[in-house]
């Protein structure tokens, strides 16, 4: 199973970027993905999560109505766009896949992660 991120970069206050994920080697339809980030020094914190359809999504109470998570189950891909963007975004980011909706937010529950990809906002 290979997830594989992209997009991060650096991005002033109040822009905006795009990640996207590649997922390989697994059922892409049959699992949840979510996207969390982390800090330098801080924990693996959760951002959003969507279902396996694509209806239903989750998302953290700092970035809800800036970020959104969407999916093509067709191109095995998840995205997160993400809006007005903040100094304290600025974390990798990492997309992960898992098997179930109990715990979303909880990096344990997720089996599959990428490598990251750093998003960097300045002030």
């Known amino acids: 199973v290979q997830l594989q991120a992209c997009g991060g970069g650096l991005v002033q206050a109040g822009g905006s970027l795009r990640l996207s994920c590649a997922a390989s080697?697994?059922?892409?339809?049959?699992?949840?993905m979510g996207w969390f980030r982390q800090a330098p020094g801080k924990d693996r914190e959760f951002v959003a999560t969507?279902?396996?359809?694509?209806?239903?999504?989750y998302y953290a109470e700092s970035v809800k109505g800036r970020f959104t998570i969407s999916r093509d189950n067709a191109k095995n891909t998840v995205a997160l766009q993400m809006n007005s963007l903040k100094p304290e975004d600025t974390a990798v980011y990492y997309c992960?896949?898992?098997?179930?909706?109990?715990?979303?937010?909880?990096?344990?529950?997720?089996?599959?992660w990428g490598q990251g990809t750093l998003v960097t906002v300045s002030s």
């Open positions: 969507i279902s396996r359809s694509g209806g239903t999504t």
């Open positions: 992960a896949a898992g098997s179930g909706y109990s715990g979303y937010a909880d990096p344990s529950k997720y089996g599959y």
């Open positions: 080697g697994l059922t892409f339809s049959t699992y949840i």
